[in-house]
């Protein structure tokens, strides 16, 4: 019998609350990040992504993969792999938004064939 959501799952509800403003796109490690205050393991790396995993199969979010940028001081998220704001290149970082939130996203940087669960094979708009 489930006891609610756990930890990581509480910790990405609470990045993608309504309260958070319109239009949210939380990448997952960045909420790893915060909640832990120094740099994660590679099991926390994991829990985090089987939270989200759990949230999306569950319709409580939907996960993109975008690209963010590699520089700490700039971070900004983009739809290649190129960042838009200092011209760096980017790293490819799972992201959840909520689940009632259009973005087209169909051909996200031609990654292939991601994950069944991830948005971005079935999303036709």
Not at 17 to 25: C, M, N, Q, W, Y
Not at 44 to 70: D, F, N, W
Not at 106 to 117: E, Q
């Amino acid at each position: 019998m489930s006891r609610g959501p756990g930890r990581w799952q509480r910790a990405l509800l609470a990045a993608l609350a309504p309260e958070t403003g319109p239009d949210v796109l939380v990448p997952v490690n960045n909420v790893l990040w915060n909640e832990l205050g120094r740099a994660p393991s590679r099991t926390e790396q994991v829990a985090i992504r089987r939270a989200a995993r759990a949230l999306v199969l569950t319709g409580k979010a939907r996960a993109v993969y975008l690209g963010q940028c590699r520089h700490l001081s700039c971070d900004e998220l983009s739809r290649t792999f190129i960042c838009p704001a200092c011209g760096a290149g980017c790293r490819l970082v799972l992201v959840l938004t909520r689940p009632d939130e259009h973005i087209g996203l169909r051909s996200l940087l031609g990654i292939g064939a991601p994950p069944p669960w991830l948005s971005v094979a079935g999303d036709a708009k």
